[in-house]
């Protein structure tokens, strides 16, 4: 009795996976279309004859058939299960690897109305954040389909990367960016004062020759300016065929992932792949070192982190956002299989929109997901504008976050040893189960709010557990 093997489920998907029929199998094998019936039903075992006459017909391993291939289907469930809106729900690991074992079908079957699940609520989000006052949709979302374009290729674009570096040789060769661009293109760089430029940080004069920067910009941004310009000037062609790629619906999209393009090669000009990826590890990850040793600001070096994923050569992969006082979102960036991505930043627990009140002292965080995922975050202020005595200038926030198994490799994580317990945030009110956090918003899709005629919970609403 112990040496019977009941394959049922899998005999079921091989044969359908065949495209055959109960009738065609049985035919295949010389037997009864009911014992192939019993055996899918795992009331008849599949003996080793049975599993001779497979491995003939259709040419199948049936050592790996009859092998334990469960196992992903297994942690796929778990991780299902660990979602907050089971949290009421009694699914200890030992049903789910029953279900997983002994129905793989159903367990497949489950994880795709999941999925499909989780994609609807994000659709949701997204129509919701997406939508005017009066419920309209906007006219085409320009910044979001900017972002989807980033996102998909994990914000690095390699072609561009080995060129840009590839120019910040030159460039060093020739004397630095004025040098380079008075000498290779002809543009002469002059510093203005901010009255004389009339609200621009940079104008290319084609007529004098001249590229023009707004005085008022520190050393950093300078420099940004002039690579920026720069990778204009090199690698139109190939900065406008990235962006074909897009497929865009609308000249605002395009230009704004042009703009960020342009942006991304600046980046790589002034803080190369190769000498920038050893810098990094060099430095444990160190921002204000790495700002200091490349001359560039806080901010530009935390963007360049995002794009460290040269294949063979990858860094550790980060989000990043930045956010001003408001919550308003400006930059969203992601190197990472984050759920921050799409909508993350939301959440008042996360630190990011705390720092405000500590201005340009790193502030890091712990961080659990409602799925127990966890995440290291590192948060900052960043100045701009300003300059002079009397032009605006505006503070935002910054943050650049890993997961959890990278932190080790920041200098910033021995500071901040995981000795306590993570701080619980959710990607966004509308999509976090966490029905008890008081710091909520709006209520999470779904879920439907009880009455406070006779009970007001501590949270700002009270849910069904139904």
Same mark, same amino acid.
């Given at each position: ?15 359908? =996976? ?44 049936? /050592?790996? +058939? ?8 297994? #942690? ?9 809106? +089971?949290?009421?729900?009694? &699914? ?9 074992? /002994?129905?793989?079908?159903? #367990? ?22 997406? !939508? ?65 430029? /009339? ?11 001249? &590229? ?138 996360? !630190? ?18 409602? =799925?127990?995922?966890? +995440? ?33 490799? &920041? ?7 995981? !000795?306590?317990?993570? !701080? ?38 009270? +849910?069904?557990?139904?």
């Amino acid at each position: 009795m112990d040496n019977r093997v009941y394959l049922g489920p899998r005999l079921r998907r091989l044969r359908r =996976d065949l495209g055959l029929k109960q009738v065609e199998m049985a035919s295949d094998l010389d037997i009864s279309p009911s014992y192939v019936a019993l055996m899918e039903r795992n009331q008849r075992p599949v003996t080793a004859e049975i599993l001779l006459r497979l491995a003939k017909a259709y040419k199948i391993d049936f /050592s790996e +058939f009859t092998a334990d291939s469960g196992q992903d289907l297994v #942690a796929q469930l778990r991780l299902a299960a660990r979602d907050a809106i +089971f949290t009421d729900i009694d &699914l200890n690991a030992v049903d789910i690897a029953d279900i997983a074992h /002994s129905f793989p079908g159903f #367990a497949e079957a489950l994880l795709r109305l999941y999925t499909a699940y989780k994609e609807e609520q994000f659709a949701l989000a997204d129509r919701r954040q997406h !939508t005017t006052n009066d419920g309209r949709p906007f006219e085409g979302d320009s910044i979001a389909a900017v972002r989807s374009f980033l996102a998909a290729r994990k914000n690095f674009f390699p072609i561009l990367d080995t060129l840009s570096e590839k120019l910040a040789g030159r460039v060093s060769q020739g004397g630095g960016l004025p040098a380079f661009l008075q000498n290779e293109h002809g543009f002469k760089v002059r510093r203005l004062p901010t009255e004389v430029m /009339s609200g621009s940080l940079r104008r290319l004069d084609w007529h004098r020759k001249e &590229l023009l920067l707004n005085e008022a910009l520190d050393h950093s941004s300078q420099n940004f300016q002039m690579a920026q310009q720069l990778a204009y000037l090199e690698f139109e062609n190939e900065i406008a065929s990235t962006v074909a790629e897009g497929n865009f619906e609308s000249q605002n999209s395009e230009r704004l992932a042009h703009r960020a393009i342009a942006a991304y090669c600046a980046g790589a000009i002034l803080m190369p792949y190769a000498a920038f990826a050893k810098a990094v590890e060099a430095r444990r990850y160190d921002i204000d070192s790495l700002a200091r040793f490349f001359g560039t600001s806080f901010e530009q070096t935390a963007h360049r982190l995002t794009t460290l994923q040269k294949p063979g050569h990858e860094r550790v992969p980060f989000f990043f956002i930045k956010v001003d006082v408001a919550g308003n979102v400006s930059k969203r960036l992601n190197s990472g299989a984050f759920p921050f991505a799409r909508h993350g930043g939301g959440c008042p627990l996360w !630190t990011v929109h705390q720092v405000f009140t500590s201005p340009r002292r790193v502030v890091t965080q712990w961080m659990e997901l409602p =799925d127990g995922q966890r +995440f290291f975050s590192i948060a900052r202020t960043v100045h701009s504008g300003g300059g002079s005595h009397g032009l605006p200038s505006v503070d935002r926030a910054i943050a650049i976050v890993c997961e959890a198994r990278y932190a080790d490799r &920041l200098v910033y994580a021995s500071e901040h040893p995981q !000795t306590h317990k993570p !701080t619980p945030i959710g990607i966004a009110c509308q999509l976090c189960q966490r029905t008890e956090c008081t710091s909520r918003a709006e209520p999470p899709i779904g879920r439907q709010v009880l009455p406070d005629n006779y009970r007001r919970t501590e949270a700002p609403f009270g +849910f069904s557990d139904a």
